[in-house]
């Protein structure tokens, strides 16, 4: 690949008015240098949920559903290093007390079985979530990048996530949906606490926590008190 293949994708990056155009495109350019897939997702931390935070999701048929039914995220040594850094990084770069646990090589065994190999990670700052990667997969054994290469791929991830937030800030921005309680309530759950132990601490009885939690719930249309806490967090109505 060379610097005009990554300058033609910025450019079109403006005219891409969906997530899914986007996504193509950036498959078909990062090919060039080895890359048959890629994810794009907030970071999850503190027990939060891959699946919501997903925003391009290029991983083969049937990896992805395993990968977040087994809770993978929470274990896999690539995306628990993609929280602690802000540097790109080759998966084969991840410190080993994350690499090299028994869950993490795992997770990468299983990953092997949908002919992900190697990768290539660019971890960034999000206006959706704490933090963002966006990880490129390979099935080459070894990946092995000159720092041309990795800047390449570094610039395309950035423009690619300023454009898929750009795509989501019109109708996604939530605010007035949660009362200031509500708040105070999912960033209580977001802290691990109990409808019990938040209503100690609220001075409030448990039976009004659970009716707060309940509310913001119905705001975004979510099951669970969990998943309202990521589209809390998502949309930046709370700072756990």
């Not at 970071?43 to 990968?67: C, D, H, I, T």
């Not at 990880?135 to 996530?161: D, E, N, W």
């Not at 009716?211 to 998943?227: D, N, Y």
Request: glycine share 8%.
């Amino acid at each position: 690949m060379i610097d005009s293949d990554v300058f033609d994708f910025v450019e079109r990056c403006r005219k891409h008015g969906a997530a899914a155009s986007l996504l193509t495109d950036l498959l078909e350019t990062v090919k060039k240098i080895g890359f048959e897939h890629l994810i794009l997702s907030g970071v999850p931390l503190g027990g939060q949920k891959l699946a919501p935070m997903v925003e391009l999701n290029g991983w083969p048929n049937g990896w992805f559903e395993r990968y977040v039914e087994a809770e993978h995220a929470a274990v896999d040594g690539v995306c628990i290093y993609s929280a602690k850094t802000l540097k790109p990084f080759l998966w084969s770069e991840v410190p080993a007390k994350w690499s090299q646990t028994e869950a993490s090589r795992r997770v990468a065994g299983e990953a092997t079985e949908f002919g992900i190999w190697s990768g290539f990670a660019v971890p960034m700052l999000s206006i959706h979530h704490w933090q963002s990667v966006m990880s490129f997969a390979s099935s080459a054994k070894i990946c092995k990048l000159h720092p041309r290469q990795q800047a390449q791929l570094v610039t395309m991830a950035v423009y690619a996530g300023m454009t898929i937030q750009a795509l989501s800030n019109d109708d996604e921005n939530g605010e007035g949906l949660l009362t200031d309680r509500e708040k105070e309530v999912l960033l209580w759950a977001a802290a691990g606490k109990t409808s019990s132990e938040t209503s100690q601490i609220l001075g409030l009885t448990e039976r009004t926590v659970k009716w707060h939690t309940t509310r913001a719930r119905e705001a975004f249309g979510v099951v669970t008190t969990t998943q309202a806490v990521v589209e809390a967090v998502r949309r930046r109505l709370i700072h756990p």
